[in-house]
Antibody, heavy 118, light 108 residues
Framework: EVQVVESGGGLVQPGGSLRLSCAAS????????MTWVRQAPGTGLEWVAN????????YYMDSVKGRFTISRDNAKNSLYLQLNSLRAEDTAMYYC???????????WGQGTLVTVSS | QSALTQPPSASGSPGQSVTISCTGT?????????VSWYQQHPGKAPKLLIY???RRPSGVPDRFSGSKSGNTASLTVSGLQAEDEADYYC????????FGTGTRVTVL
């Protein structure tokens, strides 16, 4: 059975940092592109970043470049997202997912909520 | 990269069909046969319904079908059921990954 479980969200002040984690099982993690997608309250889905199977390629949406860092540990079947210099507009549910290719996300976690507020 | 355009809402009675459009540009929907559709119930994670324009993952009922013409993709839900009431998002491969604005489907 496929499982994708995010953790690490919480309340943080503007300018602060958080590290999100995503634990995956039930599929070959080391052979999968992985992605982060976020959804601000009451709004639609927004792609944030993705990373190649071996971590050699990473891509980000423009508004998070230089602030967020995606990484992975294939030995631990885990994906990470380091969030720095957080802004109020980063407040969202952050979902981890497997990208089977060409922006098709077939496995999703239940999300972890990040709230940026003073 | 701008979000793909979807109608905010759509509705139908049980048993009827509803079609949702997803309009992009020649740089995304029009250039690639990599359009996906996702269903999201309130408070839940999205679920993949359609990929590569018209292919269904295992377990997705054949009531859900996808198509594309030019810069516009479409999702049709046939034989509407109460459990189809949800938000639906399209997604398209492009230089920057984009999702649609979302459509709330109501079963009357």
């Amino acid at each position: 059975e496929v499982q994708v479980v995010e953790s690490g969200g919480g309340l943080v002040q503007p300018g602060g940092s958080l590290r999100l984690s995503c634990a995956a099982s039930g599929f070959t993690f080391s052979s999968s592109w992985m992605t982060w997608v976020r959804q601000a309250p009451g709004t639609g889905l927004e792609w944030v970043a993705n990373i190649k199977e071996d971590g050699s390629e990473k891509y980000y949406m423009d508004s998070v470049k230089g602030r967020f860092t995606i990484s992975r540990d294939n030995a631990k079947n885990s994906l990470y997202l380091q969030l720095n210099s957080l802004r109020a507009e980063d407040t969202a549910m952050y979902y981890c997912g497997r990208d089977r290719g060409f922006h098709t996300i077939d496995y999703w976690g239940q999300g972890t909520l990040v709230t940026v507020s003073s | 990269q701008s979000a793909l355009t979807q109608p905010p809402s759509a509705s139908g009675s049980p048993g009827q069909s509803v079609t949702i459009s997803c309009t992009g540009t020649s740089s995304d929907v029009g250039s690639y046969n990599y359009v996906s559709w996702y269903q999201q119930h309130p408070g839940k994670a999205p679920k993949l319904l359609i990929y590569e324009v018209s292919r269904r993952p295992s377990g997705v009922p054949d009531r859900f079908s996808g198509s594309k013409s030019g810069n516009t993709a479409s999702l049709t839900v046939s034989g509407l059921q109460a459990e189809d009431e949800a938000d639906y998002y399209c997604g398209s491969f492009a230089v920057s990954k984009v999702f649609g604005t979302g459509t709330r489907v109501t079963v009357l």
